[in-house]
């Protein structure tokens, strides 16, 4: 892929939303009542939409002019490890308290079913790296609320955050666009 490559925007790609749309699974009470969950493991172990999304994403930190590719523990770290490869830049994770054993920046969040701690190695980044953030889902907006903040305190600047799919009625784009500022997000799949 080439560094001049395009973003689009996912609405200006029907075809391509409707692929990604078509692999994910609404699996409902998990993992507590009342949450619909929303699985991606079907789109996963699917190659042609796995690589659709990698290309997608990878056009979008080029287009920002990223180089490093933040994912969030776990799933994040499914998406944005490919990007990052695929784009040509590092890859550095935001895992969940007590996982990194280096020293570490650390910051508390809420999530739609719990709460939690999440950690980075602040070394992995230095005031030259553009960081772009992706993550599966954005639901509470809590947990790419609290990476941003993260990524702020390395001193990094941020390229953006992308994740696949919004979930527009818990109003966590409003969330992660005041802590973005002028910083873009974009999302792949809302629903
Ligand atoms: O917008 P929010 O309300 O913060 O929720 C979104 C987050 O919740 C999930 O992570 P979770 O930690 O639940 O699970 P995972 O370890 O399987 O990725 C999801 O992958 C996002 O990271
Ligand atoms: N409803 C949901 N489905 C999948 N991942 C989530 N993360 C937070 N809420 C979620």
Same mark, same amino acid.
């Given at each position: ?70 994912? !969030?523990?776990? #799933?994040?770290?499914?998406?944005? &490890?490919?990007? +990052? $490869?695929?784009?040509?830049?590092? %890859?550095?994770?935001? =895992? ?53 903040? !993260?990524?702020? #305190?390395?001193?990094?600047?941020? &390229?953006?955050? +992308? $994740?696949?799919?919004?979930?527009? %009625?818990?109003?966590? =784009? ?18």
């Amino acid at each position: 892929m080439s560094p001049q490559a395009e973003a689009s925007p996912a609405s200006s790609r029907p075809a391509l939303a409707d692929l990604l749309l078509s692999r994910i699974r609404d699996v409902p009470d998990y993992p507590q009542p009342g949450v619909l969950f929303k699985d991606i493991t079907p789109l996963l172990a699917d190659p042609e939409a796995l690589t659709a999304l990698t290309d997608e994403l990878a056009a979008f930190s080029l287009a920002q002019g990223a180089t490093k590719v933040v994912g !969030l523990e776990a #799933r994040g770290f499914i998406l944005a &490890a490919p990007v +990052a $490869v695929r784009a040509g830049m590092g %890859f550095v994770p935001v =895992r969940k308290a007590g996982k990194l054993p280096g020293a570490t920046l650390a910051q508390s969040y809420e999530l739609e079913y719990g709460t939690a701690e999440m950690e980075i190695h602040a070394e992995d980044l230095t005031p030259d790296d553009r960081v772009l953030i992706i993550d599966d889902v954005l639901a509470t907006g809590g947990t790419a609320e609290a990476a941003i903040h !993260l990524i702020r #305190r390395t001193g990094a600047q941020l &390229a953006g955050l +992308a $994740v696949l799919m919004e979930l527009t %009625f818990l109003s966590g =784009r409003d969330r992660v666009t005041g802590a973005l500022g002028e910083a873009p997000y974009q999302a792949l799949l809302t629903v």
